[in-house]
């Protein structure tokens, strides 16, 4: 399990961890020899938070000496997070959980059903992490819409034969998942999602805060383009976006007018984000006006994204 500044979620993590079908309630002795048919560790792995995501850990863990505590001196990002919780973990299975994810019960049960004829089986989180901020603030329903990935790695169960042929790169702070998929797909490796697997995502970052992830996302979606030359639903917006900023400054110059310019994007902007909108959440009768404010918060999130992808495809070209 990662963490890194999740003091207001990682109780609910490690509980929702601990009370998997198959494991002991929390606090209940661990026999000396094993009885379980799935012994549980559960190290968590915090990637120098500044809150007391660490003491809280550390309380569970005088609780249930299931849980351990393995605390990094510098924040590094994920992978590097990912890379050193699968280091510590001394099982044949291993099983990738965020410290913003509430599992359900059955998760680990379910999951292992999945295995046989696999090397790594996971549900998918709902809301979707890029709209896990308008999701809590104007308190829409959710979809369960699924990952252009096989696998995310806030939930995964994986056989440890993986990691003896495939790493997660340490030096990715994200998208460190998307490149394990690609990694283990070359490897031949096959991975599946348990149909119907949902687990709870419990975010708690501020507006400002996910515009800064969202533009990170955004450079981190330019390399995986680059790198993998795989089309996502991400790249296409991106790429009408191009073409709205090329047609609106090409009206701007012939029109002598600055507005084109500037209007062109902003409603292809506002166009992708209600299309996003209603792709991640269920509308209904009382929830219209709570959904078009929504659609304008997130086309400002989509613009993030968006400066992050110019970033990411031009920035190095141009050294900035």
Not at 97 to 117: E, F, K, Q, Y
Not at 222 to 229: T, V
Not at 244 to 266: E, S
């Amino acid at each position: 399990m990662i963490a890194y500044n999740e003091a207001a979620n990682i109780e609910r993590c490690v509980r929702s961890v601990l009370v998997q079908a198959g494991a002991p309630n929390l606090g209940a002795p661990v026999p000396e020899v094993p009885v379980l048919q799935v012994p549980l560790e559960v190290i968590v792995v915090d990637d120098a938070s500044t809150d007391a995501t660490a003491a809280i850990v550390a309380g569970l863990a005088s609780e249930d000496r299931r849980v351990k505590l393995v605390r990094l001196e510098d924040n590094m990002g994920r992978g590097n997070a990912r890379a050193t919780g699968v280091e510590h973990a001394a099982g044949d299975l291993v099983a990738m959980v965020d410290g913003d994810i509430v599992l359900p019960p059955d998760w680990l049960s379910r999951c292992l059903a999945a295995l046989p004829g696999h090397d790594a089986a996971g549900g998918k989180a709902v809301p979707d992490g890029d709209v896990a901020y308008v999701c809590r603030v104007f308190g829409l329903r959710p979809r369960g819409r699924a990952s252009t990935m096989t696998l995310t790695g806030n939930n995964a169960l994986f056989r440890r034969e993986v990691f003896r042929l495939v790493r997660f790169d340490r030096s990715l702070s994200e998208g460190e998942d998307i490149a394990l998929n690609h990694d283990m797909a070359r490897a031949g490796l096959r991975a599946a999602r348990v149909p119907g697997l949902a687990v709870t995502h419990c975010e708690s970052k501020s507006f400002s805060q996910s515009v800064r992830w969202l533009y990170q996302s955004g450079k981190g979606g330019a390399r995986q383009l680059e790198r993998y030359h795989q089309m996502r639903v991400p790249d296409l917006t991106f790429a009408g976006l191009l073409g709205c900023l090329l047609a609106g400054g090409g009206l701007a110059v012939r029109q002598r007018r600055a507005y084109p310019a500037a209007a062109l994007p902003v409603a292809w902007l506002i166009v992708a984000a209600a299309g996003h909108i209603l792709a991640c959440f269920r509308p209904s009768r009382d929830t219209v006006g709570r959904l078009a404010l929504a659609t304008v918060v997130d086309a400002l999130m989509v613009g993030s994204y968006s400066a992050g992808r110019l970033a990411g495809h031009f920035g190095r070209r141009l050294g900035v």
